[in-house]
């Protein structure tokens, strides 16, 4: 049975994947090393992003319920001062991580907060925070891997719950869908699977029961299906790799609207 990971999972899985971050950076060649997922950025820049971000949800979920995020927070981002010093950058670097969980812990996973997404199906609560952490330090382990040369997939549990948080988070919307409805199905090889659907009522998915072939003669088949590990799911929902680099079946010009289409959330 799919389930969503409770919270303590997610708050050992943001530990888990921030400490492969930060072993990744103490053990690269030089914090100047170009992270080619994020072309503009250095490992550095890399580090500043991540750690910073860390800190900025600490301090959206320790606000409590508001319409924007705390104009603290924000300046404080802007301000954002970060050692050069690789060992110094390590610890700065867990400190942040600790301050997140610490608050995240402290809140629970039922109390409100600010929050960018929609809310239709992911909640704007400090448990869907914690979720989305967890993608964002697993995504940017990945990019600084690669930028270290020791890329590796996405651990599963992580990567299989990626798929599904991506789509209810940074997908689901309001906004209508500019363009004729249609359907996107995402096939973990894993053996999970979910479909989006976009019309004039906005985006919103789903688990499917089952992996279902995608094919011209059933009448419920999507626009088109992708297929991959769900770490390759994962890294091409974040535009990481190409759609070619993952089996298409069905019109793949699809997957380039989905990619330009800017909702409202």
Known sequence: MH???EFPDLLRLIDERSTAFRATVAAAPSLDAQVPTCPEWTLFDLVRHLGGGDRFWAAIVGAGPAG???AEAVAARAA???PRE???LVAWLEESTRLLLDVLREAGPDAGCWAWWSGLQTPRTAGGVARHRVQESAVHTYDAQLAAGTPRPLPADVALDGVEEFLFTCVASPSAWPHKPTTFDFHATEGRSWRLTVDGDGARSARLPAPTAATGE???AAGVS????????VVY???????ESLHLDGDAGLLDLLRA???EH
Do not use: N
Request: hydrophobic residues 35%; glycine residues 4%.
């Open 218 to 220: 059933d009448p419920d």
């Open 261 to 263: 289409w800017e909702p």
């Open 226 to 233: 992708v297929q991959g590990t769900a770490s390759e799911l």
């Open 3 to 5: 389930k969503t990971p």
């Open 68 to 70: 924007a995020p705390p």
């Open 237 to 243: 929902l974040y535009d990481r790799i190409p759609a």
């Open 86 to 88: 690789r060992e110094a």
């Open 80 to 82: 954002l001062e970060v």
